[in-house]
């Protein structure tokens, strides 16, 4: 089966071709994530061109997998993407849908990734000397609900060494993913410090993640690890691990 790694994080990524100029973004995707219930079939996500010339899309869904603490995509025939190719003709939008072909989960939910790559076009008005243009990759996070009762995360964190390095290690045992911001350091003694500013990654459901510690940070075997877990406006402990 093949397979790619997409790394630590994969949001928007930029692509350099040799076919035009580096400009600002003109294909927006929204929205950022979509989760479907276990009895919903479809969602859709809109496709918008903010330039002035027109635009090709391509649109592909992957089964997205967690493997030693990386991202991993497989294809997929559970859920299916329509139109999976389109143009965009300039200051428009158009809905894609996102459908899903299989029964939902039982237990534990579904994880797939939507990649929509801008394609380059030809005469459109982006060229320039330098002969590249910037054409732009969008990963959105999709899950499907399982039909039992509703799933949650359940986390819980650990320090381990990697390569001499000291990591913190995020486990998910529960049945829903897990989406972690401003992860930051608790000492014991109080104060906080900051591991990763912003959005640091998904935990998915039976795996784990792992994310460097500041080398400044305490060696402190009481402290404990907190984060915004899955939009929560408020910091949460995530837990700990027994060693």
Not at 173 to 195: C, F, K, N, W, Y
Request: a neutral charge; charged letters at 20%.
């Amino acid at each position: 089966m093949a397979r790619f790694r997409l790394g630590r994080s994969l949001w928007m990524l930029p692509l350099l071709l040799v076919t035009g100029q580096a400009l600002a973004a003109s294909l927006q995707v929204a929205p950022t994530s979509l989760r479907l219930s276990a009895q919903e079939t479809a969602q859709g996500l809109w496709l918008s061109n903010t330039s002035d010339a027109p635009l090709h899309a391509q649109v592909r869904v992957f089964r997205w997998r967690q493997i030693e603490g990386e991202d991993v995509l497989e294809p997929t025939e559970e859920v299916a993407i329509s139109p999976p190719m389109l143009q965009l003709a300039p200051h428009s939008q158009q809905l894609v849908r996102v459908v899903r072909l299989s029964e939902a989960p039982a237990a534990t939910e579904g994880s797939y990734r939507v990649l929509v790559d801008e394609l380059p076009v030809e005469g459109a008005g982006r060229q320039a000397a330098s002969g590249l243009q910037f054409v732009l990759r969008y990963s959105v996070p999709v899950f499907v609900a399982p039909t039992a009762a509703e799933a949650a995360p359940r986390l819980s964190a650990q320090v381990v060494v990697e390569d001499g390095k000291r990591m913190l290690e995020v486990h998910n045992t529960g049945g829903m993913h897990a989406q972690l911001v401003d992860l930051e350091l608790a000492p014991a003694a109080g104060g906080s410090q900051r591991i990763v500013a912003g959005l640091a990654g998904y935990v998915l459901p039976g795996t784990h993640r792992r994310w460097p510690l500041p080398e400044a940070a305490p060696d402190d075997a009481q402290a404990s690890f907190k984060a915004k877990i899955n939009g929560e406006a408020q910091a949460r402990d995530l837990g700990s691990k027994a060693q």
